[in-house]
């Protein structure tokens, strides 16, 4: 869970930070109402601000939808054991990240290999 949050973290200062380049770029470079000598620092702030807080509401709804994931994985396995009575409802590409697989009965087998 650390890595996650520190990811989240990171994310957000890249975000923030590349919005504040893109606004001091557009405020010093791109002379749109003919201010000049104005500092562009307090806009500069305001934007990181901005964005940063913006950036955590969908970094916060992110983190949440992980962890109900990872909850879901694991109630899985907890409860299922993979045979033909209990099968895992995780998906594939999760069965194989976690080395589980259901076991296929006869019929199962059967058909997989007509289909192949």
């Not at 994310?11 to 109402?33: C, E, H, P, Q, R």
Request: glycine share 6%.
């Amino acid at each position: 869970n650390f890595i996650l949050d520190f990811m989240l973290y990171l994310m957000k200062f890249l975000i923030a930070g590349s919005n504040v380049l893109i606004a001091w770029f557009l405020m010093t470079k791109v002379d749109y109402f003919g201010a000049k000598g104005a500092s562009a620092t307090p806009g500069l702030i305001l934007v990181g601000a901005i964005t940063y807080v913006t950036a955590s509401f969908f970094m916060g709804v992110f983190h949440t939808v992980v962890d109900t994931i990872l909850i879901c994985v694991f109630l899985d396995e907890t409860l299922n054991n993979g045979s033909e009575d209990r099968p895992y409802y995780m998906t594939e590409e999760m069965q194989e990240l976690l080395n589980k697989h259901n076991t296929l009965s006869e019929a199962e087998k059967e058909q997989q290999h007509l289909a192949l």
